[in-house]
């Protein structure tokens, strides 16, 4: 896949991220979708270093998206735990 085609998975793997895992972000939904995006580019370079899956040339592979939600839904963890309720 191209440059292009992990941003947009980033994209829709953040959106997805934010909707598993609902409430107040620090960062908003600008901050979210930019975490979806490194969520998505880590989840797929973790993949492919550890786990032996090489990312995918199709868009549409599951392992891919699996990957990609799951590295933006831990991005979102460690933004919460690191950023959260700095406003209180």
Known sequence: MGIISWIILGLLAGAIAKFLL???DPGGFIGTTLIGVA???I???ISARWLDHPIAKD???GATWAA???GA???LVAYRILFGNSRN
């Open 59 to 61: 868009f549409y592979d």
């Open 73 to 75: 839904l831990v991005l």
């Open 43 to 45: 989840g797929g370079w």
């Open 22 to 24: 609902p409430g107040r």
């Open 39 to 41: 969520g998505a580019f």
């Open 68 to 70: 990609s939600i799951g």
